[in-house]
């Protein structure tokens, strides 16, 4: 099975850089992805990693370690408009479905 | 291009009666996954479907949930009875065959209340 631990609630203010990490355990591991959820609002893709490294997509990156089984997610330039829940998953082959985080409040204040 | 599209968008009803939900993917998308995500917790797939056929539903309430996906295209799912515990956000994602299963397109979801 998979299993996946983030932090359940991170605060930040604007113009700020905030990391959500990711640790994981699965029994096959092919590469984790972020997403972004709005309160009420469907979870959109934010990025993916399947080799360890860094991998930037504009303001935010991600990052991935396989033999820590570890990751994270960056957020650079905070924005009002970033408060919203995080989540990593996990696919433990490249066309099988994901396993979902519990998920990372972030709340960015002025 | 239009996104993943779900109806009802709210669904309240007691304990025992039957409730259904539909999606229609993005056009062209061959797998299609219904997930059930309940407050302040992660989306859990129930089930996935590539093309009409299913590819994984072990997480799939089998006694009560049902669902299908009728000429490839829009998927139905369906609970029977329900239980107080099955309120929650349905979500639909799809994604193309020629892309990997880690970027998923979620409808809006229906949010399901029961009494």
């Known amino acids: 099975g998979q299993s996946l631990e983030q932090p359940s609630e991170v605060t930040a203010v604007e113009g700020a850089i905030v990391q959500i990490n990711c640790t994981y355990q699965?029994?096959?591991?092919?590469?984790l992805s972020w997403y972004q959820q709005h309160d009420g609002g469907a979870p959109t893709f934010l990025s993916y990693n399947a080799l360890d490294g860094l991998e930037e997509t504009g303001r935010f990156s991600s990052f991935l370690s396989r033999s820590d089984s570890y990751g994270y997610l960056l957020l650079q330039e905070l924005q009002m408009k970033d408060s919203a829940s995080y989540f990593c998953a996990v696919s433990p082959s490249g066309y099988s479905t994901l396993t979902f985080g519990k998920g990372t409040m972030l709340l960015v204040s002025p | 291009e239009a996104g993943v599209a779900q109806s009802p968008r709210y669904k309240i009803i007691e304990k025992r009666q039957s409730v259904a939900f539909w999606c229609n993917p993005i056009?062209?998308?061959?797998?299609l996954y219904w997930y059930q995500q309940i407050l302040g917790q992660g989306p859990k797939l129930l089930i996935q479907?590539?093309?009409?056929?299913?590819?994984?539903d072990s997480q799939l309430p089998k006694d009560r949930f049902s669902a299908e996906r009728l000429k490839g295209v829009d998927s139905t799912l369906k609970i029977q009875p329900a239980k107080l515990e099955d309120s929650a956000v349905y979500l639909c994602a799809s994604s193309s065959e020629d892309g990997s299963a880690y970027e998923q397109y979620f409808g809006p979801g229906t949010r399901l209340t029961v009494t």
């Open positions: 056009s062209g998308h061959a797998t």
């Open positions: 699965t029994s096959g591991f092919y590469g």
């Open positions: 479907f590539q093309n009409n056929g299913v590819v994984d």
